[in-house]
C-alpha cells in the first residue's frame, strides 16, 4: 500500500510540474569567457535588424551633416567679406 500512495504522490508530482523550456538558447565560449544568450534566434534576428537600421539612420543624419556643413562652406565663400582696415 505505502508504494502504490509513493507511486502516487511521486506520478502527481510530475504532472503538477508543468514542462519548462530550455533556459538557454545560445552558449558561446570564447577568449572572454562564456556567455549565455537567452534570447530566441528570432529575437536575435529582430535584435540585428534593430542594429542595423539604427547604424543606417546614423550614417544617414552625418552624411546630412557633412552635407549641410559643405553648404554652409560654399554659401560663405560666395559672400565677399569686408576688409580689414590697415
Known sequence: MKHIIAG???AAGLLAI???PAVAQS???GPG???VDP???REREIDAERRENRREEFREERR????REERR???DD???RPRDRY
Do not use: C
Not at 64 to 67: G, Q, V
Open 73 to 75: 562652406r560654399d554659401l
Open 33 to 35: 569567457g562564456v556567455r
Open 18 to 20: 508543468p514542462s519548462i
Open 8 to 10: 502516487g504522490l511521486i
Open 27 to 29: 552558449i558561446d565560449i
Open 39 to 41: 534570447r530566441s534566434s
Open 64 to 67: 546630412d551633416a557633412i552635407r
Open 78 to 80: 560666395d559672400v565677399p
